[in-house]
């Protein structure tokens, strides 16, 4: 990188004036962060592996094995086998109607997708009640034809798709408006097809955030409680998922059991962080691999 | 990405076979969990040994009234076991899933099982308590559930106003008791279990006010060595009605298995597991010794639940007049 003389004074004063702190101040303030990151997550972190091992490694695997909590487990992954495909098409496919072109409504149609950010995710499930529960306006229908969506594996998969809608898109549609549009110009000018424009030119441009996205809406699509909890019917063994099949087993006093399955869930989220960082790291690398390509050129 | 969503259609699939169309479903209410674990498979073994079928039975649990809404808006419920025939009443007015005399289909009112509400205290019964006007007393704390959204907390009310009136003593009376009784409570929980968890688990106030099958459970749970169960002079006996849902079994065509399940709650081996479970047995006498216990139905002391319903726990009725003062 051939930065000139005048950005590395910049820099140089920008690094004095972050630490010209008196040094208590500095050192109470790190102090003070890590006293409250230990408190609030490392602790209970801490204490989610604790609790769930109390009774000792035999009582956790056999938690873990039990039936309803397979179940439970395998019923999280269709869901999430189901809406993070979904929400990667449609993601992607928002992100860029939006980044790419102007149209009428555009600012409509972000708000729109932002919709499931807003809104509680108890207030997404009765929406599905409202709609498909007996009492709701497809009820009638739906019995007639004998199609189960709500209490049903449909049911939390909509709820599911519903509360993850935003991840991908809010993710690529900053991203895809600063790249501009040059380069999908330059391939359709050099002759490529729609389609191998957005394999060859798009897609690889916004690989990291893609990536990121999808991270995020798996995490969300595995964890979420509320608006399944409303939909689900809490059928154990059929219509539970992970989240609900904790909140069971705690309520049956069954604490060791209830952490065992928390645990698992605890660990996807810490297996999130780290493909995360992961993802951030290559796309910060990524980004500067880009400047300097434009310096040089 | 054929063979991804392929192999994602044959999961989907596979578990949606795997609910076979003899299963039973059975939407219950929050403290009955322990119970229908032992009922089930003794009545999935029974069957199996008069028909010769094999079914499976699916439970659901949660806050009664929270259950039956969830089978008005159309969870596929064979049979639906409550803590009070409210509950199931809502499934003939709202929604026309049963008919309006659903409770003279079964023996007693379909009222298989019934448990007095009670009191838990901790070990030594350090605050003293021993009747319904201990638990006013300036310093005692008392856990209840809350009276809008649990069975359970609406039987503690009832009883809290029956200990009252069931004496002799007036309406304003009853109504300035309650009034009084609701200042010692700190936190409403939502359900039954909830409010055992804060009184157990989080060692929340003096005085418990549930259920005798979950104070026994509770015991059980905790250990003998940590509380106390305490039998008030009178209180109000919660009735536990099961019900049929016709339209659910006509439509699954599980009817023959729902109501032999159902009338095996009120067999004597159906009433023997209850009374295991501290539920007091109503049709059969299993020669199980329960405290003798001086009681009243939500029938002889308000008229009727729909009449109780009304005056208390509606929007603006009693309760809420007196949670705002």
């Known amino acids: 990188m051939h930065a000139t003389q005048s950005q590395q004074y910049a820099a140089k004063i920008a690094s004095r004036r972050a630490t010209s702190e008196p040094v208590w101040v500095r050192y109470g303030l790190i102090t003070l962060t890590v006293a409250f990151l230990t408190l609030f997550l490392l602790v209970p972190l801490a204490a989610v592996f604790t609790e769930a091992l109390r009774k000792g490694w035999s009582v956790y695997i056999a938690a873990i094995f039990e039936a309803d909590a397979l179940s439970a487990m395998w019923l999280t992954l269709i869901a999430a086998a189901i809406a993070v495909p979904l929400n990667l098409v449609f993601g992607v496919a928002a992100a860029w109607a939006i980044a790419k072109f102007d149209f009428k409504g555009k600012h409509f149609l972000i708000t729109l997708i932002d919709l499931p950010f807003a809104v509680s995710p108890v207030i997404a499930g009765l929406i599905y009640v409202l709609m498909f529960g007996l009492q709701g306006w497809f009820g009638e229908w739906l019995i007639d034809h004998d199609i189960k969506v709500i209490f049903a594996v449909p049911g939390i998969v909509l709820a599911t798709i519903f509360v993850t809608f935003p991840f991908v898109a809010r993710e690529l549609i900053p991203l895809m408006q600063a790249q501009g549009k040059e380069e999908e110009e330059a391939a359709l000018v050099l002759g490529a097809s729609g389609l191998k424009m957005l394999w060859h030119v798009t897609l690889p441009n916004v690989k990291w955030g893609l990536i990121y996205g999808v991270i995020l809406t798996n995490a969300r699509a595995m964890g979420e409680f509320g608006a399944v909890s409303v939909v689900s019917g809490h059928i154990r063994g059929l219509t539970n998922t992970m989240p609900l099949h904790v909140e069971i087993l705690y309520n049956e006093y069954n604490y060791a059991a209830a952490f065992a399955v928390a645990s698992l869930l605890t660990l996807l989220a810490l297996v999130t962080l780290v493909l995360k960082t992961y993802v951030e790291w290559q796309a910060a690398r990524s980004a500067v691999r880009n400047e300097e390509g434009v310096i040089a050129s | 990405m054929r063979l991804y969503s392929s192999g994602l259609l044959w999961l989907v699939l596979w578990h949606g076979l795997s609910v076979q169309a003899a299963d039973l479903l059975n939407a219950s209410y929050d403290v009955s969990r322990e119970f229908y674990k032992e009922l089930n498979p003794a009545f999935i073994q029974y069957w199996k040994e008069k028909t010769g079928e094999t079914i499976a039975i699916n439970q659901s649990h949660g806050g009664s009234s ?164 305490v039998y008030p002079s009178i209180t109000v006996l919660a009735e536990n009605p099961v019900a049929l849902v016709d339209k659910v079994v006509d439509k699954k065509g599980t009817r023959k298995a729902a109501q032999a399940y159902l009338d095996f709650h009120f067999s004597a081996q159906g009433q023997a597991i209850a009374a295991k479970h501290y539920l007091r047995p109503q049709v059969v006498d299993t020669h199980t010794t329960f405290k003798k216990v001086n009681t009243f139905t939500v029938k002889q002391a308000f008229g009727s639940w729909a009449d109780a319903e009304k005056t208390h726990f509606n929007d603006g009725g009693i309760f809420d007049q007196i949670v705002q003062k």
Not at chain 2, 116 to 131: A, D, M, Q, S, Y
Not at chain 2, 179 to 184: D, M, P, R
Not at chain 2, 191 to 197: N, P
Request: aromatic letters at 8%; zero cysteines; proline letters at 4%.
């Open chain 2, 66 to 229: 929270k259950q039956a809404r969830a089978v008005v808006d159309g969870l596929e419920a064979d049979v639906i076991t409550m803590n009070r025939s409210a509950d199931i009443d809502i499934l003939a007015d709202k929604a026309k899933l049963i008919p309006a005399n659903w409770q003279s289909r079964l023996p007693n009112n379909s009222v298989a099982t019934a448990s007095p509400t009670v009191f838990l205290v901790r070990k030594g019964n350090p605050k003293h308590i021993k009747e319904w006007e201990d638990l006013v007393r300036s310093g005692v704390e008392v856990i209840i559930a809350n009276p809008k959204t649990s069975g359970n907390g609406k039987y503690s009310y009832l009883a809290a106003w029956g200990s009252v009136t069931q004496k002799g003593g007036s309406a304003a009376s009853a109504q300035q008791f309650v009034t009084n009784l609701f200042k010692h409570v700190p936190v409403l929980d939502a359900g039954g279990r909830g409010a055992t968890t804060t009184f157990a688990q989080r060692a929340l106030g003096d005085v418990l006010v549930t259920f005798e099958n979950e104070v026994q459970l509770i015991q059980q749970e905790f250990g003998e060595d940590k509380f106390e169960a």
